[in-house]
């Protein structure tokens, strides 16, 4: 044979794979990587699922302030009301009014949990006349505060402190409109915080209720309030309630 064509076959022919060499000394051949990985992957485990991202800021709807944007805290518990929901439940509101522009005039407003004060920032932002934003904790108390200042919201007033203990001590029948949002692990403040709302709010008034499951009327009515609107969006069940004598039309 020709010397080029020699070594052109012996270039040509297939080195032997591992599997090869090891049947030729009779040992097991050693897995591969791609073979070690597969054997490492546990079969059926779910990949763990990544926590809903809460946001970062919420913006004002509406008014004086619209397209302000409110910083929201890295803090537990706090849930600040969507903005679709916030833009949903102000319509409704306004059409109470019923003055047109989604505002408010005039109105007395208690947001009783303020959180992020989205909700009553909303309601002075619309012309509400004196708005109390209510908060236990010292660092979002500083923070409403701080957002008070930079709006020159001179209509609003932060106490921090106790909710419920606010609504309580408010005059009966005077109030427009009452924010109960909660966090939703605090189960034990809705009742007390809806019978005291219900107490402040006067006969043409409003009370915005917050929650994680859906209020029915037999459970509403103990309190004297009926469902007038309603709003399922996400985990939140947005209810807007009414004194019973004002029904639901």
């Not at 010397?3 to 076959?9: D, E, G, I, R």
């Not at 919420?58 to 302030?65: A, D, F, L, S, Y």
């Not at 916030?86 to 959180?115: M, Q």
């Amino acid at each position: 044979m020709p010397q080029k064509a020699a070594s052109a076959l012996r270039t040509s022919s297939a080195r032997p794979g591992p599997s090869a060499k090891a049947a030729k000394s009779g040992k097991p051949a050693k897995p591969t990587k791609s073979a070690k990985s597969a054997k490492s992957a546990k079969p059926g485990t779910p990949g763990k699922p990544k926590a809903p991202s809460k946001p970062s800021e919420v913006r004002i709807i509406g008014g004086e302030w619209k397209r302000t944007r409110l910083a929201v805290a890295d803090k537990p518990g706090l849930r600040p009301t969507p903005d679709r929901v916030r833009e949903t439940l102000f319509n409704w509101l306004a059409s109470l009014a019923g003055v047109g522009g989604g505002l408010l005039p005039g109105w007395e407003c208690v947001d009783a949990f303020a959180g992020t004060g989205a909700l009553g920032l909303e309601a002075a932002s619309r012309g509400a006349a004196n708005v109390l934003l209510c908060e236990q904790d010292a660092e979002l108390a500083a923070k409403l505060q701080a957002a008070k200042t930079k709006l020159s919201a001179e209509a609003v007033r932060i106490e921090r402190g106790n909710g419920l203990t606010a609504l309580e001590r408010v005059p009966a029948g005077s109030l427009d409109a009452v924010f109960l949002d909660p966090p939703f692990e605090s189960t034990a403040l809705y009742e007390p915080s809806l019978r005291a709302a219900a107490r402040a709010v006067r006969a043409g008034g409003s009370v915005y209720l917050e929650a994680p499951r859906r209020w029915s009327d037999e459970e509403l009515a103990v309190f004297g309030l009926v469902g007038f609107r309603y709003l399922k969006a996400g985990a939140v069940h947005a209810h807007l309630l009414r004194p019973v004598s004002q029904g639901t039309a």
